[in-house]
């Protein structure tokens, strides 16, 4: 039996890289893991950590607000946008350190720089090759840059987190849950924020009506949306500042303009053709049910196999990975049912089949749906209203999908999730006592479908 340096070497320190490099170490393999850049991959550094705390920052003026409708003096509030981002920074820094330590305390080899891969079972870091059993290819996801002139003059995600300071006006491009959230933070913080969108409703892919509720929400807080409109040119003018030209010919003027367009698999220089390792045309890897590439010796989790860009599912993916490969496991993964939230304000959670989703699936459904004013804004004076819609098929019962726009909507939905899961029908829900008074409860209680 041939000898390797190491059972599995894994490219990419983010989630999925780390879960497997854990749980393959945990089975007795020999593993090391290299990283380019910041343990933690894109979720903790430039994504869903970052993102939430901040949207919990751009938040809060809502609640100053909301406060005086419940009897408290708030005086003017400002914000140091400096003091968020190094707070920020700094809890970061803390899960960087938390990632290396859990790669440290498995006794995995944990390797600072960038990876390629040199055949089958060769990886090569800081000039160095290293021998493998197995190469698991974990390198995520990058932002996409549209193709329109003056491209150079806009930022992306990536950038977003490191701006040093709040831009007075803001021009966001895309419409899915990236540009939604982005967008509510800046508008939060005071930026003047157009969002510009090719389609014609919002967070495409998910229940229409959740888009097209969201729109009408983020409306009313003050964020100006041009859906059936694109970005054409960016020009550069006096003081930083950038003229904006779109499809319909209006111009703009925008201190900042934000790509929200859309990711792409991260495998720039990695080695794949060179190793013989298949791509789709949009450059994600392809993978059988294993996770395996075609080079046997060659897998790939997370992002860069473009199926479920979630940070739980690359999590469930290197899992399945490490069992395949060290614990003659037969652990498996399922892509139905599979929850998610968009932390928008106000916020969507989703989980299941959207009602278009279902209709291509069974023959007739029931669709149950309620819009309301939550009990906290009947006093905070807010204008916000929340809606529920739960599509069921008609001939078993069965609830297909759970989905919502309001306060807290994921955490609410994490919940029922659950019940999805266990194939949980709408009977089931209407014998469940509702949690009163609550929003959550309004799932419960809905009786009457709509026509």
Known sequence: MQQYDYDLFTIGGGSGGVRASRFAAQYGARVAIAEGRDWGGTCVNVGCIPKKLMSYSAHFHEDFADARGFGWQVGAATHDWRALIAAKDQEISRLNEVYRKILDGARVNRMDGYAAIEDAHTVRVNDVSYSAGHILVATGGRPSVPAIPGKELGITSDEFFRLSAVPERSVVLGGGYIAVELASILNGLGSAVTLVYRGTQLLRGMDGELGSFLAGEMRKKGVNIMLGNNITAIEGAAGGVKEVRLSDGTVMTSDCVLFATGRHANTAGLGLAQAGVAVQDNGAVCVDQHFTTSVPSIHAIGDVIDRVALTPVALAEGMVVAAHLFAQGQRTISYDNIPTAVFSHPNVA??????????????????????????????????????????????????????????????????????????????????????????????????????
């Open 350 to 451: 989703t989980v299941g089949l959207s009602e278009e989703a279902a209709r291509q699936k069974f023959a007739q459904l029931r669709i149950f749906k309620s819009e309301f004013k939550a009990l906290k804004h009947t006093l905070s004076g807010s204008a916000e209203r929340t809606f529920m819609k739960l599509v069921v098929d008609a001939q078993s019962d069965r609830v297909l999908g759970v989905h919502m726009v309001g306060a807290e909507a994921g955490e609410i939905v994490q919940g029922f999730a659950v019940a999805l899961q266990c194939g949980a029908t709408k009977a089931q829900f209407d014998a469940t006592i509702g949690i009163h008074p609550t929003s959550a409860e309004e799932f419960v209680t809905m009786r009457s479908p709509v026509s």
